[in-house]
């Protein structure tokens, strides 16, 4: 299971770090990563994390503002986002590969996670 939090209302040019608890499964050991959606939009991949070469791959539209850490002690993972605009409004989810998949992340750094949790919501408004 996959706990998201830390969300909230924000204003253009902040910052929040966003908490994903994992239970069940070891994040060490698999592709993990963070993606949002916006209102009447796709999911867009924001941030993945390969477990086969243990690269970290961010999407260019946060790139420079968004990084990702983990603690593997609490086998939780952060999303820390800074310099928010109002277009990376949208919920955001933490998601896991089954273990078992070894790979790169994909070109659009959506992998076909099959943990998710509920997402928690980031609004960007002045």
């Known amino acids: 299971e996959l706990v998201e939090s830390g969300g909230g209302l924000v204003q253009p040019g902040g910052s929040v770090t966003l908490t994903c608890v994992a239970s069940g499964i070891i994040l060490d050991d698999l592709i993990v990563g963070w993606f949002r959606q916006a209102p009447g939009k796709g999911r867009e991949g924001v941030i993945c994390l390969s477990n086969s070469d243990r690269s970290t791959k961010v999407a260019g539209a946060v790139k420079g503002r968004f990084t990702v850490s983990k603690d593997s002690d609490k086998n939780t993972m952060y999303l820390h986002l800074n310099n928010l605009k109002p277009e990376d409004t949208g919920d955001y989810y933490c998601?896991?590969?089954?273990?078992?998949?070894?790979?790169?992340?994909?070109?659009?750094?959506?992998?076909?996670?099959?943990?998710w949790g509920q997402g928690t919501q980031v609004t960007v408004s002045s």
């Open positions: 998601g896991a590969v089954a273990l078992g998949t070894v790979a790169p992340c994909p070109t659009n750094l959506l992998p076909s996670y099959d943990y």
